[in-house]
């Protein structure tokens, strides 16, 4: 088991994840960002909690264009951020439906150097608020000069681009995930149900060091899964099937997200084909993923190699994504996203293909995006698919 990492971060960490986010605004015309999920608070603050299980508080944190944040917290959680590196610290006496710290932020954004008028909160793609949207328009109705506009874009901008310490807290996570990969076939035989698979799986995840396991998906079918979305079920493998096994493990806050399939029996001359031809995909789109070039240009990449003569068969969806605090972010590997690739972006690169009706073959790998391309974090899965007997 790794030792080397190790949870949480230096306050210079967040020093700079602040500073960013100030420049950042300055640029975008914000006098503040609004922030009330779990991520995003924990991305600045550092706080790790499963509070946030419950609706019934909300967490607010005010990040100004100029100076320090503000926590302003329900009254069960001063004692945990004033452990933090956050000095000014607001609570109030939490359940109060009537005001719900809604007074407290009100009067904070009011109170801030207004240069705008302008606030972003979370409200775009890919963000949650985790505040009833009636305190939203509560404190919104409350200020005076003050607009609450969307934060999204300064919020993507920051957290796409990792930290070295990040990057490190992703790579363990997939060092978990690949050493139970590893062992697969070690518990793994016909007749073993998709349910025990996942069971297994899970507990040796938490053997080697996962702090979390929110996703672990196994899906078999002859050939392979018809769907790879649904929790597992009882139908044990037979001959012929593919398994398939995505994991989202986590390590302290940050996701790996990778899949492995193996072939369990006997394999057709069309699964084989089809093997070969998402694995040079996936190498396709490994080698595409550099600094300068869009998301949607890996898409393309990908998309061009699988399409067969005039049939594009991967035009709809995406095949890949950004990696962090949630198992995807921004951008996505589809056509029309412009996002442009940039040092420090972490995404995982997923071609897929329905090979025939009903039968999926998916391959997922992790890279790092570095000034010279793509670095591969996942250990590459091999071009054969490994056989369980």
């Known amino acids: 088991m790794h030792l080397d990492i190790v949870h949480g971060f230096g306050i210079e960490e967040f020093r700079t994840r602040v500073s960013r986010a100030q420049a950042l605004m300055a640029e975008t015309a914000l006098d503040g960002l609004l922030l009330t999920s779990m991520d995003n608070i924990r991305y600045f603050v550092g706080i790790d909690s499963t509070f946030w299980e419950s609706y019934t508080r909300p967490w607010f944190l005010l990040v100004p264009a100029s100076g320090e944040p503000i926590a302003i917290v329900p009254g069960i959680g001063e004692s945990v951020v004033r452990q933090t590196w956050i000095t000014d610290v607001r609570t109030w006496p939490s359940p109060r439906p009537h005001d719900e710290g809604t007074s407290l932020v009100t009067q904070a954004i009011s109170n801030l150097k207004r240069r705008y008028g302008r606030v972003g909160a979370e409200l775009g793609s890919e963000m ?19 607009e609450i ?41 016909l007749g073993t149900s998709e349910r025990e698979i996942r069971r297994q799986f899970t507990m040796r995840l938490l053997s080697e060091g996962a702090d979390q396991t929110p996703v672990v998906i196994c899906r078999a079918g002859p050939g392979g899964p018809v769907e790879i979305t649904a929790s597992p079920s009882d139908r044990p493998l037979a001959d012929g099937d593919i398994l398939f096994i995505d994991t989202g493990t986590v390590f302290d806050g940050y996701y790996c997200d990778f899949d492995r399939n193996f072939q369990v029996g006997k394999a057709t001359s069309a699964l084989l084909i089809a093997q070969e031809r998402v694995w040079e995909a996936n190498e396709v789109g490994i080698r595409a993923a550099r600094p300068g070039v869009t998301a949607g240009h890996v898409f393309e990449q990908m998309a061009k190699f699988l399409s067969s003569g005039d049939r594009d068969l991967n035009s709809n969806g995406r095949m890949g994504h950004g990696l962090g605090l949630r198992i995807t972010e921004p951008p996505s590997v589809k056509l029309e996203d412009d996002t442009v690739l940039q040092p420090g972006m972490v995404l995982c690169i997923e071609p897929g293909l329905e090979y025939e009706p009903g039968k999926i073959l998916l391959h997922e790998e992790t890279v790092l995006i570095t000034e010279d391309g793509a670095k591969l974090l996942t250990s590459r899965a091999p071009q054969q698919l490994p056989q369980l007997h």
Do not use: C
Request: no cysteine; charged share 15%; glycine share 6%.
């Open 149 to 189: 506009v969307d934060g999204t874009s300064v919020l993507w901008q920051l957290r796409m681009i990792k930290s070295p310490a990040e990057v490190s807290k992703i790579q363990r996570a997939i060092d978990i995930a690949g050493s139970v990969y590893a062992q697969v076939p070690d518990f793994v035989s």
């Open 128 to 146: 949650r608020l985790m505040m009833p949207v009636m305190q939203l328009n509560a404190i919104s109705h409350g200020l005076s000069g003050v």
